[in-house]
């Protein structure tokens, strides 16, 4: 069973700090490209970075600046290093893998809450 399995959510003040972590399992994680999503009450789903199985990444531009997309193939693991946190960023964020249109998953979600 593929599993991503999202960390590192929590509440946090605006102007603050939360690194999320995306561990997978059961998949070669080092052919997927990685992404985290955020879907917000009453707003639609967007993708927040991503970063291709090359390296590449590319950011929302509502984060460019402030978030750092990373992944570590040895560990499976993707990471997403959130700064200059805003009350706007308080969202659920997934966690998301895509090889291909058979190979996509997604993890459960985290719930970020930025907050005074």
């Known amino acids: 069973q593929v599993q991503l399995v999202e960390s590192g959510g929590g509440l946090v003040q605006p102007g603050g700090s939360l690194r999320l972590s995306c561990a997978a399992s059961?998949?070669?994680?080092?052919?997927?490209?990685m992404g985290w999503y955020r879907q917000a009450p009453g707003k639609q789903r967007e993708l927040v970075a991503a970063i291709t199985r090359a390296g590449s990444t590319d950011y929302a531009d509502s984060v460019k600046g402030r978030f750092t997309i990373s992944r570590d193939n040895a560990k499976n693991t993707v990471y997403l290093q959130m700064n200059s946190l805003k009350p706007e960023d308080t969202a659920v964020y997934y966690c998301?893998?895509?090889?291909?249109?058979?190979?996509?998953?997604w993890g459960q979600g985290t719930q970020v809450t930025v907050s005074s």
């Open positions: 998301n893998a895509y090889a291909t249109i058979t190979s996509a998953y």
């Open positions: 059961n998949i070669i994680f080092s052919v997927y490209h």
